[in-house]
């Protein structure tokens, strides 16, 4: 945690999404946070956020229309980082089943599907959708993959803020950092592949919990990125 | 029967003008002090989210809010609903690039349900919050006020919650206009009326007097939230004028506390 702090980071601008609280965040934890319009700035960052809310098929369609997808797959071939939030997660994946089946950037293999509909019990749902609230983190299959990564330093018992209707299945389990439980469902809530980190909760609304994760993620260096 | 995983603490700030004010019943609004120091005591204190409400946008149809909803999304690292006077979807795009992540309407959406659907188009249902005033009018009846709870509509409270539903809202944010300021506990019929409607996340609010009365209606099932005001605000006034005074019905308690108490009485918040 004693690395330089003036490292910019790119938080990309494709037009969705509600950048004011991830530029704050960053800000707040000492980083330059800029927003990167045009995809061939992009080489210059070593760090990048994808944020994103709304549709996916919205999303998916704007990064394409303004030339991002082969672009940020490339720069993360290089090995550089980035972090996708929420729908900026999802979007990693083959591909999601959110209004029709529809292409993502495929950085990391998987799936978007919907929460499984709920059923009735005794006249109350058994959860709803939207998942809204600060739900925990438990640890994936990899035990080890919270060390030297973006969780490092955090509890199973941090709680952090969640709103979603749909989940991402990655195929290859050890991909799965963290889990979280909501009613009796198991989902992924954390996904790294080397360079490439997913969360679906938002670090930036998940105090200071969500805060050491953006800190973390701005401090990986690829000697750090090496344990899988 | 599977509850909601844990129910979200959140303070309520009623804004008007640069001061947060707190009512009862909506009315008599008196200045309980700066926004921005109530809100960094809420984050440090275990807050979930905080809701703002500007009580007079809508009457003036202009929104005050900018400014301080801006502050606060710079030094609070917490979702942030704010609502008072929303009318089109550049109000919401104002806010959100404020630092607002969810917006609150009441009087636009029951004057023009479509402005609601397309604002849930525009920015996604996560981002769009029904903001329902309910007032009793005899039993099991209740009527949806607007502007602030200034004027009646004659809409029925429970079947606009059904058409809330259907328009895929992101929440609901319900607060009985009767017990607003009150002190005396949640309006318990108006809940176990709209709680098995509200297949979406449901935020109740108006009468938390004590903690006891929190951990009582939660008792009821499909509450996801609550927001709570006079509790919160009248605490930290006290800690800060290091003095309590307060009504009788009024047993104040930091979000924190709050949380501590229903975990001891094994609610799951």
């Known amino acids: 945690?004693?690395?330089?702090?003036?490292?910019?980071?790119?938080?990309?601008?494709?037009?969705?999404?509600?950048?004011?609280?991830?530029?704050?965040?960053?800000?707040?934890?000492?980083?330059?946070?800029?927003?990167?319009?045009?995809?061939?700035?992009?080489?210059?960052?070593?760090?990048?956020?994808?944020?994103?809310?709304?549709?996916?098929?919205?999303?998916?369609?704007?990064?394409?229309?303004?030339?991002?997808?082969?672009?940020i797959r490339q720069w993360c071939a290089d090995g550089h980082y980035l972090m996708g939030i929420c729908l900026g997660m999802q979007m990693l994946f083959d591909e999601s089943e959110e209004f029709g089946v529809h292409q993502g950037l495929g950085i990391i293999p998987g799936k978007v599907k919907r929460f499984p509909d709920a059923s009735i019990m005794d006249g109350v749902?058994?959860?709803?959708?939207?998942?809204?609230?600060?739900?925990?983190?438990?640890?994936?299959?990899?035990q080890?993959?919270?060390?030297?990564?973006?969780?490092?330093?955090?509890?199973?018992?941090?709680?952090?803020?969640?709103?979603?209707?749909?989940?991402?299945?990655?195929?290859?389990?050890?991909?799965?950092?963290?889990?979280?439980?909501?009613?009796?469902?198991?989902?992924c809530s954390v996904v790294s592949s080397n360079n490439v980190w997913g969360c679906q909760f938002h670090p930036e609304r998940s105090a200071e919990a969500g805060l050491r994760i953006l800190h973390n993620f701005c401090q990986l260096k690829s000697v750090k990125a090496t344990f899988k | 029967m599977v509850k909601s995983d844990r129910v979200r603490i959140i303070p309520r700030l009623d804004i008007k003008g640069p001061n947060l004010v707190k009512g009862v019943h909506m009315e008599g609004l008196r200045i309980m002090g700066e926004p921005g120091e109530f809100v960094r005591y809420y984050y440090e204190n275990g807050a979930d989210e905080i809701i703002y409400i500007d009580t007079v946008a809508s009457l003036y149809g202009r929104n005050h809010l900018t400014e301080i909803v801006k502050k606060a999304a710079s030094e609070t690292f917490i979702p942030l609903t704010v609502g008072g006077g929303i009318r089109t979807v550049e109000d919401i795009q104002t806010l959100l690039e404020c630092g607002a992540d969810k917006v609150a309407i009441n009087t636009a959406a029951i004057q023009d349900p479509s402005f609601i659907r397309n604002a849930?188009?525009?920015?996604?249902?996560?981002?769009?919050?029904?903001?329902?005033?309910?007032?009793?009018?005899?039993?099991?009846?209740?009527?949806?006020?607007?502007?602030?709870?200034?004027?009646?509509?004659?809409?029925?409270?429970?079947d606009w919650v059904k058409q809330v539903v259907e328009m895929d809202v992101g929440e609901i944010l319900l607060t009985s206009v009767d017990r607003d300021g009150t002190a005396a506990g949640f309006d318990e019929?108006?809940?176990?009326?709209?709680?098995?409607?509200?297949?979406?996340?449901?935020?109740?609010?108006?009468?938390?007097?004590?903690?006891?009365?929190?951990?009582?209606?939660?008792?009821?099932?499909?509450?996801?939230?609550?927001?709570?005001?006079?509790?919160?605000?009248?605490?930290?006034?006290?800690?800060?004028?290091?003095?309590?005074?307060?009504?009788?019905?009024?047993?104040?308690?930091?979000?924190?506390?709050?949380k501590a108490f229903l975990a001891s009485e094994k609610v799951a918040s």
């Open chain 2, 189 to 258: 019929e108006l809940i176990r009326k709209v709680a098995p409607l509200a297949s979406i996340p449901l935020i109740i609010s108006g009468g938390a007097g004590s903690p006891k009365q929190v951990r009582e209606i939660l008792e009821i099932d499909g509450i996801d939230a609550v927001a709570i005001a006079s509790m919160f605000h009248y605490h930290h006034q006290a800690l800060e004028a290091n003095k309590l005074v307060l009504r009788d019905t009024l047993v104040t308690n930091s979000p924190s506390e709050l």
């Open chain 1, 125 to 142: 749902l058994e959860y709803k959708v939207p998942h809204v609230g600060w739900s925990n983190l438990q640890l994936g299959s990899n």
């Open chain 2, 120 to 158: 849930i188009k525009r920015f996604g249902s996560q981002c769009i919050v029904v903001s329902i005033h309910a007032q009793r009018r005899g039993p099991n009846d209740y009527e949806c006020l607007t502007d602030n709870a200034r004027e009646r509509t004659g809409v029925n409270v429970a």
């Open chain 1, 1 to 71: 945690m004693t690395a330089s702090k003036t490292i910019p980071i790119a938080v990309i601008d494709y037009g969705i999404g509600n950048t004011f609280s991830i530029l704050r965040a960053l800000s707040h934890l000492g980083y330059s946070p800029e927003m990167v319009q045009e995809p061939n700035k992009l080489q210059k960052y070593t760090h990048a956020i994808l944020p994103g809310v709304g549709a996916f098929a919205d999303g998916i369609k704007r990064l394409n229309e303004r030339g991002w997808t082969d672009i």
């Open chain 1, 144 to 187: 080890n993959s919270w060390l030297g990564g973006a969780l490092e330093g955090l509890k199973e018992t941090d709680e952090f803020y969640f709103v979603h209707s749909y989940i991402p299945q990655p195929s290859n389990s050890n991909q799965i950092i963290a889990t979280t439980k909501y009613a009796d469902l198991d989902f």
